[in-house]
């Protein structure tokens, strides 16, 4: 994560078409905790919005939002719980590796909805977030589930 922490950027996802969230990707990893909240805000129960996901190349099971995501609003491509989404998703478009804790920046998810403004303009930069990603990766390793 330290190479991209001082990266400031801005997206732009009023015109963007939910790319992120309408993906079958496997990369919205879940703790309890943010399981626990999306459910108490969406009404929806767990098992309607989680599954668990084993990394082929580790065995570690660890639970993610299962994509496309329950909670995109079809009508408006607007996110139902975008006060309470995971860290994943406020992340985006950087993913952070449960196990490493590096982040990589997907830039072409974003397209020209991906902004890098100047320094003394308004956006937002990785290292703003270091503790909570900090936290959220010491949870998601604490949870995690080793096969075999």
Do not use: I
């Not at 993913?95 to 100047?118: Q, R």
């Amino acid at each position: 994560m330290r190479g991209l922490l001082g990266l400031k950027l801005r997206t732009d996802c009023e015109s963007c078409v939910s790319k992120c969230c309408s993906q079958p990707y496997d990369w919205v990893y879940l703790t309890s905790r943010e399981c626990a909240r999306l459910a108490a805000v969406s009404g929806v129960g767990e098992e309607e919005f989680v599954a668990e996901r084993e990394d082929a190349d580790t065995g570690h099971v660890f639970r993610a939002l299962n994509l496309p995501c329950r909670f995109l609003d079809a009508q408006t491509g607007r996110c139902k719980v975008y006060e309470s989404r995971p860290m994943a998703c406020r992340l985006f478009p950087f993913h952070v590796d449960p196990l490493t804790g590096d982040a990589t920046l997907y830039s072409p998810g974003c397209g020209e909805n991906l902004l890098f403004p100047p320094h003394d303009e308004e956006g937002w930069r990785l290292a703003d977030l270091r503790e909570e990603v900090r936290r959220w990766v010491g949870e998601l390793r604490d949870e995690l589930v080793v096969k075999g």
